[in-house]
Nanobody
Framework: VQLQASGGGLVQPGGSLRLSCAAS????????MGWYRQAPGKQRDLVAA?????STNYADSVKGRFTISRDKNTVYLQMNSLKPEDTAVYYC???????????????WGQGTQLTVSS
């Protein structure tokens, strides 16, 4: 299983950006998909997650500004009204089964840098 994340970059405060993460390989079912972020010197924290049923969960700091969505094996994070404190490396996270015989396993993408600065 591979996760390919894309969409990071440099954006001005107040701007928007969309991250994508596509899961590929031997996938039987996906339980949940999400995004985490890690700023320099800080721990990796959950930003947003979406379950197979479509339920979503957001960090308080991004509620009303970020929207997570999913299309089959790809998860998106639409980020609006970006702030300098959103600067971090963003990692996608997918919990899935490669077979009905196996328990779900969590996979991580390679990380994509978002820098919010004027």
């Amino acid at each position: 299983v591979q996760l390919q994340a894309s969409g990071g970059g440099l954006v001005q405060p107040g701007g928007s950006l969309r991250l994508s993460c596509a899961a590929s390989g031997s996938i039987f079912s996906i339980n949940a998909m999400g995004w985490y972020r890690q700023a320099p010197g800080k721990q990796r924290d959950l930003v947003a997650a979406i379950t197979s049923g479509g339920s979503t969960n957001y960090a308080d700091s991004v509620k009303g500004r970020f929207t997570i969505s999913r299309d089959k094996n790809t998860v998106y994070l639409q980020m609006n009204s970006l702030k300098p404190e959103d600067t971090a490396v963003y990692y996608c996270n997918v919990r899935l089964q490669t077979s009905s015989l196996f328990y779900p396993t969590t996979y991580w993408g390679q990380g994509t840098q978002l820098t919010v600065s004027s």
